[in-house]
């Protein structure tokens, strides 16, 4: 997992939008021949568990709302990352996603959005992205499945 932070400069102490890259998925379903992360001689991502638990996604909730309340963070934004996040179950999606928000949004307001290269898209994805994200997903279209 990543974090940026977003400094109100009127307020040189304050933190005004927590940004989170969260890696869910340490696998990829192609294999471009440019990917910094699965072809360039790195094969760590081949020693941890290839997708993230719904148990371990409930700890990082909780964590960030402590934190967030602890430190009067007012935004949260999380972008899904992998590999390709959309190996993921779009059920298990699901339910990290609306942990996320049950918790989150009971101390900062919450925005999501996704790394995808799409090529899972499907409608039972386009329905989660409606339920779950107000701005639009990046999709990755460089790539191919024998790039």
């Avoid at 021949?33 to 148990?55: D, H, I, Q, T």
């Avoid at 993921?88 to 959005?113: G, Q, Y």
């Amino acid at each position: 997992m990543t974090f940026a932070i977003a400094v109100d400069p009127s307020r040189p102490q304050s933190v005004e939008t927590l940004q989170i890259v969260f890696k869910v998925v340490e696998r990829c379903n192609i294999n471009c021949s440019y990917c910094y992360y699965f072809n360039m001689g790195n094969s760590s991502a081949l020693s941890r568990p290839p997708k993230v638990s719904v148990e371990t996604a409930r700890s990082i909730a909780e964590w960030i709302t402590q934190g967030c309340e602890e430190l009067g963070i007012p935004k949260v934004s999380i972008s899904f990352h992998g590999g390709e996040p959309m190996m993921l179950k779009p059920r298990s999606f699901e339910a990290i996603c609306k942990i996320f928000r049950d918790r989150i949004t009971s101390v900062s307001e919450l925005k999501f959005s996704i790394q995808t290269n799409g090529t899972i898209l499907n409608d039972t994805w386009l329905e989660l992205f409606r339920e779950y994200f107000r701005t639009c997903w990046r999709q990755h279209r460089r790539g191919s499945r024998s790039s």
